[in-house]
């Protein structure tokens, strides 16, 4: 009898196959001879299953290695193993180190390590998830990595605990290159130690009630968190460097607006699916824009942290229950005049265009300037002398708005006090507001 010619395999082949019966790539491999040999192998604490090809004991339909401890602080490996079929790892105990790296799971096929203790370290690198995976409950008490993994399929963390570190570098939550999102699910997941995102691409992954004991030392470095959702999750502190955020109207923001914004017909489905309130929802988006206002803050990014200023104010804005006053005249002006204090130049130009408007309508209401009337009334300025009157008039609009009105201008209607007047007092707010807007432009 031949060898196995799988690598390091020093078993003999199967009949007349080139694989041993655990190696050997086929599904209808003899299924009680694999799991005679595989329970021989767990007795003897033997567990290199590296490059095995699993399929289900006679008369399952799943690969079935629920509730197994295994003992001792040996390394365990599953490296390069395939599992034909659904595989289930339910509840296990690893002891020992573990390594699942370059696991293949067959085509739509799902693995569930549902309530697992992992002891030691464990390896999922450069493994393809091609369908459902399932963390749920699990324990991961060292370090987990799952360094470039790709999940295809909707990866469920919800309730595990990470104890000690873990590495998400460059592991892809989606489907496929076309960009079909798939995504994680974080929804109450606990995060003791650090955490690498770096260049993790995270598809539609929801940050529900996460939990991040040490938000510094959760490095978030180029990751994609365009599909990223946070709920009742402290973002504040977590160490952003440069990562992809949503685009709403060209400022950077958070996909939680986004999913609001799109969903017009829809609205109630989202408000019910996150079974919160719509006020509820502004408030915890509003809270969220907050927190990662300050986090830029703390880092001097002022131009980032004032989009997400932006996106805190626009969120109290459209909360139903903020007071009327101030979500149709107060925030819709501020916002109309200076993008909420983010925008010099839009106050600029209303100043600008506050004193030329001003300055033609007196043309046509009365304003007696050095001795000389000028109203136009009720036709066009025809002489040469129109647009010296007009500059004659900016000047005028323009002392009173800052103050100083000229000595030599008068009113000569009650149209033209009402236009002086309320040029003055929407000239001084308007200056306030360009005055606050430069400052937050320029600081330190
Ligand atoms: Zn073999």
Redesign the pocket.
Known sequence: MAE???EG?N?K?WKKFE??????PSKDKDADLFWNGIDRMMKKKDYNFG?FYFIPRKGEDFIDLREIEFYGTFNISFSKAEFYKDVAFNFCIFNGNVNFSEIKVSKDSSISFLGVKFKKWVHFSLTDFPKLTYFTSAVFENKAIFLGSRFQGKVFFNDSRFLEEVDFYETKFMRDMTGKFSGAEFERTEFIENGYWRNALLGETNFDKTFFKEPKRHKFYHTDLSKVEFYDTNIEALDFLDPVWSKINGRKGLYNEVLINNSNKSKEVIWNQQLRSKDEIFSEIETLYRQLKINYENKRNYPDAGDFYIGEMEMRRRNPKTSRFDRWIILPFYKCVSNYGEDYKRTLYWIGGLILLSAYSLMFTGMKVKERIIDYYPSLPQNPNGLKDFGELVNIVARSIILQPSAFAESTSLGSRIILTFTTIFGILLIALFTLALRRRFRR
């Open positions: 196995c010619k799988y395999c078993r082949a694989y041993c019966i655990f190696h050997e490059g």
